[in-house]
């Protein structure tokens, strides 16, 4: 299901005389600048645009014509982020600016779409040498009120698939792990190792000395590596870049696909890409978040929460439970669901939450899932029988068992769960039962 939102640029971004000149919309004033100064990093920064650009363009799994989706922008202390999915939302890519990277300063936050047009995109390609770049982000000017005559306006199909995949991936990546550092330079020869871009087998990425060596079986410490190809993003920032590191859940013998994210880090910038568990599968479809969007009783939690958030580059967990008096784990449980409106995002890196408000209400995601839509159905209508910790779900066509396991995971006798044994989140009836009795975050 598409969302039609209007974007209103007063011109197209361009490379000029002066610097880059990325136009903005939206944000909490029409048209805010975030940033104006210089990156630090111009060659690596261009780079590292046009890669997130290029993967908001680009379906992976069934290639079809280029989607143009603007990124994602995000302005706040210090930091600028870019975002994007691809166009089969398997993909997640992300550039942040570090403070090393930008030479001005940031005069205002929020989050807004930037406008990567053709023009720019061919600009951004010639950039090279090591002069700094300047930077406008968005029009020198936040009180225009009108845009007669100056207005560039576009109609662009924001999917739904990009709200349920920013409310997924954030809980995704709060459960990595760093599993590998190599040097760019061992990092270029295993790029240039992996498969072709038409190759669609899930790899493991093994750490082996100074580098990575690839197996077609998950081992302890290994990383998934599903659709080599979908790295490619990642080839023309390498050059800039000092280090490799690679994340994901902990790997062992008989491990199923899981998701991993890869990324290239400069000093002055960190470009990030995060796979799905398998090329055909979406980041959006894989059921992680609907725990988050189950709890009734972590609603307020996020709504105070979300009230003391403040736009620094990282969330203090103990700090928000000290500032709100609650505990960390009804912080962490307030924070997924606020992700789940696309509120904060995950950073592996720093190992913490951040900041970000999308143009989206905050009840969309709940109201886009079938899953969640198709369990609270069930709870109204009273079809679900507890049985101690067991539970007997009446459908007007099926009976279903749905057992509760000694480590709190769920198992049900639906073709769902004999299909994905819980490796894309709970079924319908196991989220139903879990509403009338289970603690949230006991899922899985």
């Given at each position: 299901?598409?969302?039609?939102?209007?974007?209103?640029?007063?011109?197209?971004?361009?490379?000029?005389?002066?610097?880059?000149?990325?136009?903005?919309?939206?944000?909490?004033?029409?048209?805010?600048?975030?940033?104006?100064?210089?990156?630090?990093?111009?060659?690596?920064?261009?780079?590292?645009?046009?890669?997130?650009?290029?993967?908001?363009?680009?379906?992976?799994?069934?290639?079809?014509?280029?989607?143009?989706?603007?990124?994602?922008?995000?302005?706040?202390?210090?930091?600028?982020?870019?975002?994007?999915?691809?166009?089969?939302?398997?993909?997640?890519?992300?550039?942040?600016?570090?403070?090393?990277?930008?030479?001005?300063?940031?005069?205002?936050?929020?989050?807004?779409?930037?406008?990567?047009?053709?023009?720019?995109?061919?600009?951004?390609?010639?950039?090279?040498?090591?002069?700094?770049?300047?930077?406008?982000?968005?029009?020198?000017?936040?009180?225009?009120?009108?845009?007669?005559?100056?207005?560039?306006?576009?109609?662009?199909?924001?999917?739904?698939r990009w709200l349920r995949g920013f409310a997924e991936v954030?809980?995704?990546?709060?459960?990595?792990?760093?599993?590998?550092?190599?040097?760019?330079?061992?990092?270029?020869?295993?790029?240039?190792?992996?498969?072709?871009?038409?190759?669609?087998?899930?790899?493991?990425?093994?750490?082996?000395?100074?580098?990575?060596?690839?197996?077609?079986?998950?081992?302890?410490?290994?990383?998934?590596?599903?659709?080599?190809?979908?790295?490619?993003?990642?080839?023309?920032?390498?050059?800039?870049?000092?280090?490799?590191?690679?994340?994901?859940?902990?790997?062992?013998?008989?491990?199923?696909?899981?998701?991993?994210?890869?990324?290239?880090?400069?000093?002055?910038?960190?470009?990030?890409?995060?796979?799905?568990?398998?090329?055909?599968?979406?980041?959006?479809?894989?059921?992680?978040?609907?725990?988050?969007?189950?709890?009734?009783?972590?609603?307020?939690?996020?709504?105070?929460?979300?009230?003391?958030?403040?736009?620094?580059?990282?969330?203090?967990?103990?700090?928000?439970?000290?500032?709100?008096?609650?505990?960390?784990?009804?912080?962490?449980?307030?924070?997924?669901?606020?992700?789940?409106?696309?509120?904060?995002?995950?950073?592996?890196?720093?190992?913490?939450?951040?900041?970000?408000?999308?143009?989206?209400?905050?009840?969309?995601?709940?109201?886009?899932?079938?899953?969640?839509?198709?369990?609270?159905?069930?709870?109204?209508?009273?079809?679900?029988?507890?049985?101690?910790?067991?539970?007997?779900?009446?459908?007007?066509?099926?009976?279903?068992?749905?057992?509760?396991?000694?480590?709190?995971?769920?198992?049900?006798?639906?073709?769902?769960?004999?299909?994905?044994?819980?490796?894309?989140?709970?079924?319908?009836?196991?989220?139903?039962?879990?509403?009338?009795?289970?603690?949230?975050?006991?899922?899985?």
């Amino acid at each position: 299901m598409n969302a039609v939102q209007t974007y209103r640029y007063l011109q197209p971004s361009a490379l000029r005389a002066a610097g880059l000149d990325l136009q903005t919309c939206g944000g909490p004033a029409a048209n805010p600048r975030f940033f104006a100064g210089f990156l630090t990093a111009p060659a690596a920064s261009a780079a590292g645009l046009l890669a997130v650009a290029e993967v908001a363009r680009t379906r992976y799994h069934q290639p079809v014509n280029p989607a143009s989706l603007d990124p994602v922008v995000t302005g706040s202390r210090g930091r600028l982020r870019f975002e994007s999915f691809s166009g089969c939302c398997g993909v997640y890519a992300r550039m942040d600016v570090l403070p090393a990277g930008l030479d001005g300063e940031i005069s205002g936050h929020g989050t807004t779409n930037v406008d990567v047009n053709p023009p720019l995109r061919e600009a951004l390609a010639r950039v090279g040498g090591i002069e700094p770049l300047h930077v406008a982000v968005g029009p020198d000017d936040l009180t225009v009120s009108t845009m007669d005559g100056s207005v560039v306006e576009r109609k662009v199909p924001l999917p739904g698939r990009w709200l349920r995949g920013f409310a997924e991936v954030h809980v995704l990546t709060a459960g990595f792990e760093p599993r590998a550092e190599i040097a760019a330079a061992e990092a270029a020869a295993f790029l240039r190792r992996l498969p072709a871009a038409t190759d669609r087998s899930v790899l493991w990425a093994v750490p082996a000395g100074r580098t990575l060596r690839l197996t077609s079986r998950p081992v302890p410490g290994a990383v998934c590596l599903a659709g080599a190809g979908r790295l490619a993003a990642l080839r023309g920032v390498l050059r800039h870049a000092r280090t490799l590191r690679v994340y994901g859940p902990a790997a062992r013998a008989g491990s199923p696909a899981v998701p991993s994210t890869w990324e290239l880090d400069t000093g002055a910038l960190r470009l990030s890409l995060t796979l799905s568990p398998e090329p055909y599968r979406g980041l959006s479809g894989e059921g992680a978040a609907l725990a988050a969007l189950a709890g009734d009783d972590v609603v307020d939690d996020a709504e105070l929460v979300g009230a003391l958030l403040n736009w620094d580059p990282t969330v203090d967990v103990a700090a928000l439970a000290d500032a709100a008096a609650l505990p960390d784990e009804r912080v962490r449980a307030a924070l997924a669901q606020l992700g789940t409106a696309g509120r904060v995002g995950y950073d592996v890196a720093d190992g913490a939450y951040f900041h970000r408000v999308m143009p989206y209400d905050a009840g969309r995601a709940e109201r886009d899932n079938p899953r969640l839509v198709g369990a609270r159905a069930l709870v109204e209508r009273g079809a679900v029988e507890r049985d101690g910790e067991n539970a007997t779900v009446r459908t007007d066509a099926e009976t279903y068992r749905v057992r509760r396991h000694p480590d709190g995971a769920y198992s049900c006798s639906c073709r769902w769960w004999a299909r994905h044994r819980g490796q894309r989140g709970p079924c319908r009836h196991a989220l139903a039962v879990s509403m009338v009795a289970a603690p949230v975050g006991a899922l899985s």
